[in-house]
């Protein structure tokens, strides 16, 4: 069975999570880890310790109703071979690989109301670090080589597409009916970043380069990194 959204009255009835999690002072490295705590919030907000500069961010969570445990070690094993290090969960992909994993699985998805909890918790002050680590060049199409008319595919939904129209905006012209609210197919240009701000349904600020691949499925943040250079 795929995974599913999880209502809030089902969450109680499952053993545990599996989380995806980012760090902005780690760039291009995904943590991967479980919890049997009461929500994985307060897994995510207690790695945020004195060694780590800014604070861990949420990409996905599942509640599992049998054993989160053999679920993590089942990814471990699947990207073995992209670990850092033996005796730590992080791993160099990118978290859509983890997550097209576990939607596969028989888990549920509670991703939007766990970050919801997640940013919460966090102060303003860890905010503004967060603001800093992130800042990086503008998105420039024409800078990335990545031309005009070029079509770009939404990686958590492929049947979300969109067409380069100038060096910072793009036209969606492929999305599927009733989906997304508040989104919608007007032909209008627009910038990356809020379309992928109100795709993903939330109101924080993204870096867009993560959630769309260029033609041929590379990855846009790819693109971005070697023209720009990794985060620091």
């Known amino acids: ?82 670990r850092l290090h033996p005796k730590r969960e992080f791993f160099k992909v990118e978290p859509q690989q983890v997550i097209a994993i576990l ?17 919460a918790e966090i102060s303003q002050e860890d905010r503004d670090a967060l603001e800093l680590v992130r800042r990086r060049p503008t998105l420039n199409f024409d800078e990335l080589d990545v031309s005009e008319g070029s079509i770009l595919t939404y990686v958590r939904d492929e049947r979300v597409k969109v067409e380069v129209v100038d060096d910072r905006r793009v036209r969606l012209i492929e999305l599927p009916d009733d989906e997304y ?3 919608a197919l007007d032909n209008e240009p627009k910038y990356l970043s809020p379309l992928s701000r109100d795709l993903l349904g939330v109101a924080r600020h993204v ?23 990794p985060r620091e």
Not at 114 to 119: G, I, M, P, Q
Not at 208 to 221: M, Q, V
């Open 207 to 229: 870096h867009p380069t993560r959630y769309w691949l260029i033609e041929g499925g590379r990855s846009l943040l790819e693109v971005y990194d070697e023209k720009h250079g």
């Open 103 to 119: 939607r596969l699985l028989d888990v549920a998805d509670i991703t939007e109301q766990a970050k919801s909890d997640v940013e």
């Open 181 to 183: 609210p508040g989104v």
């Open 1 to 82: 069975m795929a995974g599913h959204q999880a209502h809030d009255g089902d969450v109680a009835s499952y053993e545990g999570y599996v989380y995806v999690a980012t760090n902005s002072a780690m760039p291009n490295m995904v943590k991967i880890g479980s919890t049997t705590q009461s929500d994985p919030q307060s897994r995510i907000s207690s790695l945020f310790t004195t060694s780590v500069p800014v604070p861990f961010e949420l990409e996905y969570a599942a509640a599992v109703a049998d054993d989160p445990v053999r679920v993590e070690r089942a990814l471990h094993e699947a990207f073995g071979p992209q």
